[in-house]
């Protein structure tokens, strides 16, 4: 890719689609530079699951040939078509993946080619015009809840793997951003009542219109439970006041002192 500005960063959440549990992975990375013109069409492959289980998602004894499906898949249109892979989806008994291309004549081609080297999976494919990435960008793209957990879940393996230890409790910091001083004020009132305490209070370049910082801390553990809790009272304190809750961070605990 020519694009020097990209660097592949995927992710997975958890969300549910029509009710059902699913698991998006994608690569958050694109939507830096998303849409690519030379990129218009989107290329979605279904392939049905042989022995989902009772969530829809596969057996035990199956993700071996979906990797191995998705390896070939990937490889294929990327070299062939020069598509760029951008998610699959996992829920009800169906594993999805998206590519987007500017080139589609070979395609159908390629689809038999794939199909009879996997002849006992259904495997159905549709192409569809969408220049500005809306699929990618409105519905695989995590919303501001899913990336809340993601950066919390990097946050946390990135804690552990230092060898912090969760039960411990000490002093997180956490940042707020909002449109005015008035919302600002009001949601450090709101944090105050739970036990956060105000750190400081900043103007900063107005980005996306939130040019007022609010920094607070708590003392707290750092297990997912807590960091999950926490972080979503944060999110919709934040958001009950007009602003975006900005992420967290702390010092690692070896050892209980």
Known sequence: MSNSSYSPDWDVYFTFVDNLPAFFSVDLGLADIAPMQDKPDLIEIVIGLQQPDEDGFPGEGEWEVLEEMEDTMVSTLEARLEAQYVAK???NGRRALYFYTGETLLLEQLMEEITAQFSSYAIEYQVSEDPEWNIYLEYL?????????????R??????????????????????????EQDRKACAEALQE????VQSMAETQDVDGMPFEL???R??????DTITEVTGLLWQLAANYNGDYDGWETIVLQENA
């Open 89 to 91: 989806t996992l829920n």
């Open 194 to 197: 739970e036990g956060f305490t």
């Open 141 to 153: 793209y995590p919303d501001e809840e899913a990336m809340l957990k993601i950066n919390n879940n």
């Open 215 to 217: 920094e607070v801390y």
């Open 219 to 224: 003392e707290d553990k750092t297990d997912e």
């Open 155 to 180: 946050m946390l393996q990135a804690l552990e793997e230092q060898g912090d230890q969760p039960h411990i409790p000490r002093n997180i910091s956490h940042w707020l951003y909002f449109k005015s």
